[in-house]
């Protein structure tokens, strides 16, 4: 497969991907951009042991986990004050909910319903988290419960 087809195929899903980990459209588009500058550096390396789709959701995954972590060492009382954060206007109001929901979940929760979301078979899921099978389907099921609840105490 050629890069630019990879990038064609794959941009929107790992957009949103990042989207479900860090609720910022500026910062996901940067994490979606630096996945696909580590998949064409390591496209020539790329053995087939997985399906592409399956290492590219695992160097996106990573690469959010790297960011979160991040943001934990620098505290956001650092910034200047008249820095505000900016809202996602583009964005129906049910969606922006619901990216501002995946992002409150635990940092496997995040990957687990972000995969799921954009409709990642549940052994590519597994394997791209390192779980079982049978213990996604639950946790799938366990996150769904969570943000219809969030909904639901929302008046949605």
Partial sequence: MV??????????KIFRLCMGYVNDTDLAQD?????????????PKFRNE??????????????CLRQIEKEKRFSKTDLPINLEEKKQESMEPQIQMLYQYISELPETDRIIISLELEEVKQAEIAQITGLSESNIRVKIHRI??????KFKNNGY
């Fill in 50 to 63: 997985s399906s592409i789709g399956t290492w590219i959701f695992r160097i996106a995954s990573n690469n």
């Fill in 3 to 12: 890069f630019e087809d990879i990038y064609e195929l794959y941009w929107q």
């Fill in 31 to 43: 994490l979606a951009q630096e996945t696909f500058i580590i998949v064409w550096q390591q496209l």
């Fill in 144 to 149: 769904k419960e969570k943000l219809t609840q």
